[in-house]
């Protein structure tokens, strides 16, 4: 207890800054390196999803933005961008899959859970709103509809 | 020793927040999953003394420009939530680090995360449901001296609970990007190698290496459609390790993997295949730690190359890698090997079975059986067949389709046909009986807007081994995204007419998230990602609750 009142000491005396996305290089599926940061950048409005190709809540919410998401780019120009936490249990998986669902969106592998760990997940499915790196929206957990809720999020930052 | 390590983690943090103009970032996470364990006579458990136990996360990191620091307190007060590794007991700062980031240089000293290739020779990782951190403590170097080739270096000694390994590992890795070397646009080639080895003392019995090396080559290819990649791990040979003591005579073995997979991929088809092959392929930070059934300090990840299953009752009867050589009289195994397919295929809106909205079809088949090998206790020898059928451990034929039906209204429906040996599900001996099953679920969800749904899961298993049939179904009700209510029962009619039911549900609200449920858990190995642990049946209530900042 005494470790935890000096951590909480020094840290009232420093302000927290707003929700950052942090600083991970992910590789995509043709084996080139992206800074997670370089999506949303330049002001783009970048939804990041984190998913599992054993995560059923994950593949349902993918597949629901997937039905909606021409509109949500002709509408708000928004992009998704979906980093894969699976390992190398099921991490072959990730290609079949994608091009199976015929899911358009950006695909990232997490393979070691850096980019997981850095933003702070304790689970999957977690979604993003980011914009020039700062997370305007997060939520965690997928629920028929909750798709919607997104995008009322996206309308809003995307003024 | 923790207190002076808390403390230069402090003077670090502030001496790097005072020399730079800006003044950096905080972000961090708290988790907390705790268990108030209750009597239960009908299922004949009895709460232990710790009734109420918690395990808990804080971690908390801070960067300023090219730097990053972080820790991570863990609590298990007072004592670890059952099937966990009992020496987690206690609270302390569990790892810590300091990271320089900068073009083409990555440094960290202290604990870390690291994995070479698919993590057949090191991954070093963690799982809070599965209660595995095997971070290294010391110090790890990357370095891109360009776009196509990379480094990594490690150095280090293996978490175990609050304390480090015996032993000390050390490795190298090197990634050569060739289609970029080269300059082909289409084709996408990269080798790799590594190099891992690990000392430990032999305490004078020098039958015993102190020094074991392993050594893995790869290779990944992708050409339009089609990719590819292969691996392969050759370990030098070590003593084997059966219940923290030497067996055969101090004889060596030396040990091996491969591992290939084989996939096609366009819009709407995709099918991977993989095959594996295991001969005496443990590797441990501490030699004696072999076949733990806690999972600790382990330098590799070896994970079961089949498929991931989604509901209760098909999560009965589940694979679990057998990698290990043991050449006893009473027990006798020299490895594994099989193979996996996966099947995804969409058949698309307005065709033939697609529908209004596509119809999703995937399909798994995975087989894996034991090493054609002959063994001689007497001798401490064996002997086996690179290519040959041992016997069978496991085979399994999924078939899943996901289809939208109206706007509001979707199904999912899975069945599963599986054969397993009896001894990989309890942990007796293998080869004595087989368990054959059939497994069926159907899912339902119905949309009521304004985020509000309903779900119903029914589920069947049948099989005449075991525990005999059992019924199962899940009913979830979501209020909003953010608030879900739900009760479920497995319930084992065929044998002991138990029913594991389960109340619960969860609350989340922006960066927080809380779940709460009671009820009766199934004893048994619960595997997350491959690797399992044996949890005993209990009842009671768990609480869960994580957010981040």
Redesign the interface.
Known sequence: MK??T??FL??TS???????V??VTLND???EGFDVRSFSEDGQLTVISLWA??C?PCL?EL?AIN?VYPDWQEETGVQLVAISID???????V????????WPYKILLD????FK???????VPLTLLVKNNKVLY?????????E??LYEKIKEYSK | MRKYTLALVVVIISSVALNAQDFGTFNGGFESNAQWLQDDKDLGFYAPDDQFRANNYFFLNYNVGKFTAGIQYEAYLPTPLLGYDPTLEGNGIANYFVNYKHENLDITAGYFYEQFGSGLILRSWEDRQLGINTALRGVKVKFDPTDYLNLTGVYGQQRVGFELSEGTVQGLDVNLNVGELLGVEKLFVEVGGSYVGRYQENDGNTKVPTTLNAYAGRVDFIYENFFANFEAVHKDPDVLVNDNTITNKAHTYKGSAMLLNLGYAKSGLGVNASFRRLENFSFYSDRYAEGNEYNQQRINYVPALTKQHDYLLSNIYVYNPQSRLIILDFQQQAGEMGSQVDFYYTFPRGKFLGGKYGTKLSANFSYWGGLDATFEPSTDSYSSEFLGAGNRYFRELTVEVKKKWTKNFSGIYYYTNTIIDKGIVDASLLGEKDIKANIGVVEHTLKLGGGKSVRLELQHLWTKQDKENWAGTLLEYNFSPRFGVYVNDAWNYGGEETHYYNVGGSYTKGRSRLAVNYGRQRGGLICVGGVCRYVPENTGFTINFSTSF
């Open positions: 470790n935890l000096i951590i020094f840290l420093v302000v927290f800054s707003q929700d950052e942090p600083n599926l043709n084996g190709t054993w059923v349902k597949d039905d390992d190398a249990r099921t991490q072959k998986r290609r079949p899959l994608i091009n199976g669902k015929g393979e070691n859970h850096d760990r850095a933003i702070g997940a304790a689970s997060r939520h965690s957990g997928y629920s028929p509809g909750a919607d809720e």
